[in-house]
């Protein structure tokens, strides 16, 4: 079987910046942070990472409860700023995920930062979320490389059922627009997809060699003829 997983933030879409909001009124309402610190990176990083970095950057104690408050309420916030922001789902998206999926033997998810549940509000307000039943979210890890053994984990158990044997992918694609998704792809032995179309310029991806470059997931070709190899 094949498995092709998909990054979301500057991958699928841009929501102008929702996320980011989100997490700033989160920490300004809940805990009380007027400005969230400007030296904690958010591209390419797990919302529990992010959280975290937050609470040691101004004090909050890194508690299971404080990581369980901001979920929730940053999850009552993201919504309404979705709505309230101007995005897109980037070209070629919907375009190459209508492709895989007329593919035999090709199974589509996730490989995402995002909690469970924003990637759900994030890819339901674009009209995506249908395509994926699966994936690794950033609901229990820090690291990208673990999100992806997950999301491998969750495809190997998707192929095992299907075909009631033992095994995983044959094939796994990983398709992301930072250095994170292509460190993340070769933590899982994965095809290495990139694309500029986020906030990391061409030459910083091309620095960590990914298998495949592209402007924009309109130049899908090389995708698919690597999965009919």
């Known amino acids: 079987m094949k ?44 919302d529990k990472a992010i959280s975290h970095d937050l609470f040691r950057a101004h004090g909050i104690p890194e508690t299971p409860e404080n990581w369980a408050t ?43 930062g995002n909690i469970r549940a924003g990637a759900e509000q994030k890819l339901t307000h674009y009209g995506l979320w249908q395509y994926f039943e699966f994936g690794g979210f950033g609901d229990r890890q820090t690291e990208r490389a673990e999100i992806a053994r997950e999301a491998v984990a969750a495809a190997r158990e998707r192929w095992s059922a299907k075909s009631q044997a033992n095994g995983g992918p044959d094939r796994i694609v990983v398709i992301g627009d930072t250095e ?13 997809v990139a694309a500029p179309t986020g906030h990391t310029p061409s030459e ?25 190899a």
Do not use: M, W
């Not at 910083?204 to 470059?213: H, S």
């Open 3 to 46: 498995v092709v997983l998909f990054d979301i933030d500057g991958t699928l879409i841009l929501t102008g910046g929702a996320g980011n909001r989100a997490f700033a009124k989160t920490f300004a309402d809940v805990f009380g942070v007027p400005q969230i610190s400007s030296n904690v990176s958010f591209a390419g990083r797990s």
């Open 70 to 112: 901001f979920q929730r309420e940053y999850l009552v916030r993201l919504g309404p700023t979705l709505a309230s922001l101007a995005g897109e789902v980037l070209p070629g998206v919907v375009e190459l995920v209508e492709k895989l999926q007329a593919l035999d033997g090709v199974d589509i998810g996730l490989l995402t």
């Open 204 to 228: 910083v991806l091309a620095k960590e060699n990914p298998d495949l470059l592209v402007n924009t997931l309109e130049d899908h070709a090389a995708i698919l003829e690597y999965l009919a």
């Open 180 to 192: 994170h998704d292509i460190r993340c792809a070769r933590a899982v032995g994965a095809y290495a």
